[in-house]
């Protein structure tokens, strides 16, 4: 009996209740959910994104693109959040009722494992060995692909840890964050002669519209939005979830991106960590970035880290591994085949913006529309159910149906801002077939999965006590 003692503790402590539902014990409050929302999101790439707007805006017209982005953002984060606040369950649980339980294991790793997990790890410890190649002009630290390798290699030992990591540096990153790009931005203001009306009349290098300003904005964060569920499932209740992650898109992210902006229209340097060395911050942007990336880059892998799981039975802290190794592969590679020229950058954040927020637009319809209005299920914290008596489909062919149509309209429709197509023909696909489908009596979920199944297979069903059937967090 003692033996098993330790396997539990380090399973609570690493695996983060990855397919259960988050316990009452565990729910954090306000402040600490808005620091970690705001340190997780909130790094150096959306900085990076500010300069690619910077490249392309005026700053009135990035002010436009970016609140209008916020906006959208807020709306989606908002509703996925919240979503995993009352179901307890991290994004790629909550899938399963809105594809299925095999397509959600499957749609998680190629839309999530993929582009997050991976695809934005990856990413994002290229940018870090970009930036410290800039700081070292010699030596070993010069190299991409080196620090590319040694960066990755921390974030995943973050992400091993789980969320009491990520909760922890947030307390250190975010207040650093904050006080950097505000000095950052008042440095390139200094430096411009007439201040901010001068900065105002710049004109951007290569400029674009602003509709195409607002879909790179999106993209910047929407698989934040898509998987702010992984870590609102710890918030106390749904209240706390949506309203952190509002606050954090209205306050923190413009605030980050339009000092990207205003750091790129004044020294005229396409990558913002160079515009910040060029106006002296050279200490501040070492901190920012072995901060910055540890924090952003150490949830991505998380998320990916949640997504292997549901896909295959295994340890989250062995799928952070296996997909940070992947991760810095790739991130070498990108390093030794463009180096520093941020084209990869923009390419992986306008395709996220095209495609991604068509699942999350299928997901918000089967949860506060076809499970209230079809189902029958007033109350939210019976809908998605992840606890001993949960059952859901083994195959949801009309979520599976409805992504792939607002996906193909946000990819291939040039008309209007990609994301929001992608996200409002998502709704109202599933919408249409969901309710035709009632009406004229034909099957679109197939099968039936018990949930207490998989807690079985990973080794919950000593814990079935806890997970009695209850609210998950408030009202």
């Known amino acids: 009996m003692e033996k098993n003692v330790p396997k539990q503790k380090i399973s609570?402590?690493?695996?983060?209740?990855?397919?259960?539902?988050?316990?009452?014990?565990?729910?954090?409050g306000f402040f600490n959910m808005f620091m970690v929302l705001n340190a997780s999101f909130a790094a150096i790439a959306v900085v990076w994104g500010g300069g690619a707007l910077g490249y392309g805006l005026t700053f009135i017209g990035a002010v436009i693109a970016v609140f209008a982005a916020s906006t959208i953002l807020a709306v989606?984060?908002?509703?996925?959040?919240?979503?995993?606040?009352?179901?307890?369950?991290?994004?790629?649980?909550?899938?399963?009722?809105?594809?299925?339980?095999?397509p959600s294991g499957i749609f998680g790793v190629a839309l999530i494992m993929i582009t997050t997990g991976i695809g934005w790890y990856a990413v994002e410890t290229w940018l870090f060995g970009i930036v410290m190649s800039e700081m070292f002009t010699t030596g070993l630290l010069h190299n991409i692909v080196f620090d590319s390798l040694w960066g990755g290699a921390l974030m995943v030992l973050a992400t091993y840890i789980g969320y009491r990591a990520l909760s922890f540096l947030t307390y250190v990153a975010l207040p650093q964050h904050i006080w950097l790009i505000g000095v950052g931005f008042f440095i390139a203001l200094a430096l411009v002669p007439g201040g901010a009306g001068h900065l105002i009349s710049l004109k951007p290098t290569a400029p674009y519209s602003i509709t195409a300003g607002i879909t790179a904005a999106v993209g910047l964060y929407i698989a934040g939005g898509l998987i702010a569920g992984d870590l609102t499932r710890f918030a106390k209740n749904g209240?706390?979830?949506?309203?952190?992650?509002?606050?954090?898109?209205?306050a923190i992210y413009?605030?980050?991106?339009?000092?990207?902006?205003?750091?790129?229209?004044?020294?005229?340097?396409?990558?913002?960590t160079q515009a910040m060395l060029d106006v002296g911050m050279g200490?501040?942007?070492?901190?920012?970035?072995?901060?910055?990336?540890?924090?952003?880059?150490?949830?991505?892998?998380?998320?990916?880290?949640l997504s292997l799981v549901n896909l295959w039975k295994m340890n989250r802290g062995t799928a952070?591994?296996?997909?940070?190794?992947?991760?810095?592969?790739?991130?070498?590679?990108i390093g030794y085949t463009?180096?520093?020229?941020?084209?990869?950058?923009?390419?992986?954040?306008?395709?996220?913006g095209d495609f991604l927020p068509a699942a999350a637009g299928v997901v918000i319809a089967d949860f506060y529309i076809v499970h209230r209005y079809l189902k029958g299920e007033r109350k939210m914290e019976e809908r998605y159910n992840f606890t001993s008596t949960g059952k859901y489909p083994e195959v949801n062919v009309a979520g599976i149906i409805s992504f792939g149509i607002g996906a193909a309209v946000g990819l291939f429709v040039h008309i209007g801002i990609a994301a929001v197509n992608a996200f409002l023909v998502g709704i109202v696909a599933y919408l249409i077939i969901t309710f035709v489908a009632k009406a004229i009596k034909v099957r679109y979920e197939f099968g039936v999965y018990e949930h207490k199944r998989l807690m079985l297979k990973a080794g919950e069903i000593q814990d079935l006590s806890a997970d009695a059937p209850h609210s998950p967090g408030g009202k």
């Open 338 to 352: 463009s180096g520093a020229s941020i084209t990869p950058f923009e390419n992986f954040i306008t395709l996220l």
């Open 283 to 305: 200490i501040a942007v070492l901190l920012i970035i072995v901060l910055g990336q540890l924090c952003i880059n150490a949830v991505n892998l998380y998320s990916g880290s």
């Open 239 to 250: 209240r706390i979830a949506w309203v952190s992650w509002t606050v954090h898109m209205y």
């Open 76 to 102: 989606i984060g908002s509703l996925t959040g919240y979503m995993s606040a009352k179901s307890g369950g991290s994004t790629y649980l909550n899938w399963r009722y809105a594809f299925g339980r095999i």
């Open 12 to 28: 609570q402590v690493v695996d983060d209740y990855s397919l259960r539902k988050v316990p009452e014990g565990s729910r954090r």
């Open 254 to 272: 413009p605030f980050l991106i339009l000092g990207g902006v205003a750091l790129v229209l004044v020294t005229g340097t396409y990558l913002v």
């Open 320 to 333: 952070s591994i296996i997909n940070g190794v992947i991760g810095i592969g790739i991130a070498a590679w």
